[in-house]
């Protein structure tokens, strides 16, 4: 084999793998393939809700997405999964220290309707994220 075909079949091969491997980046890579945002999980009429963090292999909130009445108090409880995590409100209405204790607890009371979004910092790009409406 000349070197002119060996890189011809070597450069082939490179090629090959890439557009093989292109399929594989989202099961690689955390975050990779931003999936639709849950459904919201209805909890109205509970005085109390808890949210895990630290869910799904240590990258989500559990659940993600809730709706509750004005007033109701948001438990956030962390899995000890995923390294540490923090629960910030990206408007600023709340804030929590960041850690990877299990079972730390940080909790808001929702006194007023809105709708708040809020992220684990360290692992914003991965997904983790939420959204909490509150209604009259």
């Known amino acids: 084999m000349t070197d002119r075909t060996r890189r011809g079949v070597l450069a082939g091969t490179g090629t090959l793998a890439a557009v093989a ?5 989202d099961a690689v890579v955390p975050g990779g393939d931003e999936a639709e945002d849950p ?14 963090v630290g869910a799904d292999a240590g990258f989500a909130f559990a659940p993600a997405n809730l709706i509750v009445d004005a007033g109701t108090t948001v438990v956030w409880e962390w899995t000890g999964a995923g390294g540490a995590h923090n629960v910030i409100d990206r408007g600023g209405a709340f804030e929590s220290g960041l850690t990877a204790e ?4 940080f909790e808001h009371a929702f006194d ?11 692992h914003q790009t991965h997904g983790m994220e939420g959204t909490i409406a509150v209604v009259e």
């Open 21 to 25: 491997l292109a399929g594989c980046v």
């Open 39 to 52: 459904e919201p999980t209805d909890q109205t009429g509970e005085e109390t809700v808890t949210v895990a």
């Open 102 to 105: 299990e079972g730390h607890t």
């Open 112 to 122: 007023e309707s809105g709708v708040f979004e809020y992220v684990c910092t360290p």
